[in-house]
C-alpha cells in the first residue's frame, strides 16, 4: 500500500470526535448549574478551536443590543491569533472564562437550537477538503477569521452580520473537512467586505453632503 493510502486507511479507521450537537444535548442534560465558557471549552476537548469559533461567531449572529459585539468579537480574534499559531487548545482570559448562562436558560437555547445544529451536521460531511496539512488548514482559516474577527469587533451598522455568518460556516468547514462548505464561508466573507465597503463609503459621501 502506497504511504498516502495508507495515511487515509489510518485517517478514516481513526475514531472521529464528537459532533457539537451531542456535546451540546450533554451539556444540558447534565447541567445542575450555570454553564460557564469553561465548561463548554472543557467538553468540546480536541476540537474547541474550530467549535469555540463556531460558538462565539453564533452568539454573535443573534439579534444583541448595538455595541455587544464590541464584547463579544474579541473572543473571535484572539481564537483565530491562536489558530495562527497553532495552539492545540484554546486559551482565553479568565473574565471570559467565566462568563456563564443559567442551566435552565442553557437547557431552552440547547432545546430552540438543537434542529438547525442537527439539520447543519447532515448536511456537512468531509469532502473537497483541499488542505493535506491540519496545521495549515488551521493556519489558513485562522487567518481569514482574524481579518473577519477584526470586522465583527468594529461598531460598523449592517456590519458585522455577514462577517459572523461567515466565520461560523468556515470553523464547521474546519471542524467536518468539508471544501463545500470551506467556500460558502468565503464567499459570505467576501460578501460581508462588499458591504462594508459600501456602508463605509455611503458614511463618507454623506458626511461630506452634510459637512463637506
Request: charged share 25%.
Given at each position: 500500500m502506497e504511504p498516502d493510502e495508507a495515511s487515509?486507511?489510518?485517517?478514516?479507521?481513526?475514531?472521529?470526535?464528537?459532533?457539537?450537537?451531542?456535546?451540546?444535548?450533554?451539556?444540558?442534560?447534565?447541567?445542575?448549574?450555570?454553564?460557564t465558557i469553561l465548561k463548554v471549552r472543557d467538553a468540546l476537548g480536541d476540537r474547541s478551536l474550530a467549535a469555540l469559533l463556531a460558538f462565539f461567531a453564533a452568539i454573535n449572529l443573534l439579534p444583541l443590543p448595538p455595541g455587544t459585539t464590541v464584547v463579544l468579537g474579541p473572543p473571535l480574534v484572539i481564537i483565530a491569533v491562536q489558530m495562527l499559531l497553532?495552539?492545540?487548545?484554546?486559551?482565553?482570559?479568565?473574565?471570559?472564562?467565566?462568563?456563564?448562562?443559567?442551566?435552565?436558560?442553557?437547557?431552552?437555547?440547547?432545546?430552540?437550537?438543537?434542529?438547525?445544529?442537527?439539520?447543519?451536521?447532515?448536511?456537512?460531511?468531509?469532502?473537497?477538503?483541499?488542505?493535506?496539512?491540519?496545521?495549515?488548514?488551521?493556519?489558513?482559516?485562522?487567518?481569514?477569521?482574524?481579518?473577519?474577527?477584526?470586522?465583527v469587533t468594529l461598531p460598523i451598522p449592517f456590519g458585522n452580520w455577514l462577517p459572523a455568518f461567515s466565520i461560523f460556516l468556515l470553523s464547521l468547514a474546519l471542524s467536518e473537512r468539508d471544501g463545500l462548505c470551506l467556500i460558502a464561508g468565503l464567499v459570505v466573507g467576501v460578501m460581508a467586505f462588499l458591504v462594508i465597503a459600501l456602508v463605509a463609503g455611503t458614511a463618507h459621501a454623506l458626511y461630506g453632503a452634510f459637512f463637506g
Open positions: 487515509a486507511a489510518g485517517a478514516c479507521s481513526a475514531p472521529a470526535p464528537r459532533r457539537m450537537s451531542v456535546v451540546f444535548e450533554e451539556l444540558a442534560r447534565d447541567a445542575s448549574e450555570a454553564v497553532g495552539q492545540p487548545r484554546v486559551w482565553l482570559p479568565r473574565s471570559v472564562l467565566d462568563r456563564s448562562i443559567e442551566a435552565n436558560k442553557f437547557r431552552q437555547l440547547t432545546t430552540r437550537a438543537m434542529p438547525r445544529l442537527l439539520w447543519l451536521e447532515r448536511l456537512i460531511r468531509p469532502r473537497y477538503w483541499p488542505f493535506r496539512s491540519e496545521r495549515t488548514a488551521d493556519r489558513v482559516i485562522g487567518l481569514v477569521a482574524l481579518i473577519l474577527g477584526i470586522a
